[in-house]
């Protein structure tokens, strides 16, 4: 059920968008080291309303495939980030607030384990640097998360990010 929430989530905020060149929201893309993907992953932006700062969310996608030097296990790690933001400012620097979700997943195609489907929540504190029109975007902050497993209650007070990217 959390799982088709999502997807329906994600479909909304995409099909929302088509309608951005004519509204003038401003969107951006960006790559994103650490912070809410745990690795890395590649986002796609917008705010939901024109104008400077306001409410905005993003969504990405993050893959590393990781092999050990014997050749005995070779791990693919999936990430699909997703949050809602609050930016607080002017002028292109702004205090970045937010919530989301990322959904993890860990397979193992030779040893054959598949840990799949982790929802891990997530929030983000930080600064961003945006233009108003179009050019380069950085963004820098914590985003703690927190888990539910099988194994209980985990997570990461202050786990660092930062990215880099283009407003348009």
Known sequence: MAKKSIVLL?????????????????????????GQSIVYSVNYDRRFFEGDGGLGGHIGLGYIPVQDFLGLSEV??????????????????????????????????KGGFHIGGNLLGTLCIGYRRQPLDKGLLFRAGITPFVALNSSGLFGLPFYPGMSFGYAF
Do not use: C, W
């Open 10 to 34: 994600l479909l909304a905020f995409f099909f929302s968008g088509l309608h951005a060149q004519e509204n003038k929201r401003q969107q951006s893309v960006f790559f994103e080291l650490m």
């Open 76 to 109: 693919h790690f999936f990430s699909v980030p997703a949050s809602v933001y609050y930016l607080i400012g002017k002028q292109g620097n702004y205090f970045e607030v937010g919530t989301g979700v990322s959904l993890l997943s860990i397979v193992d195609t």
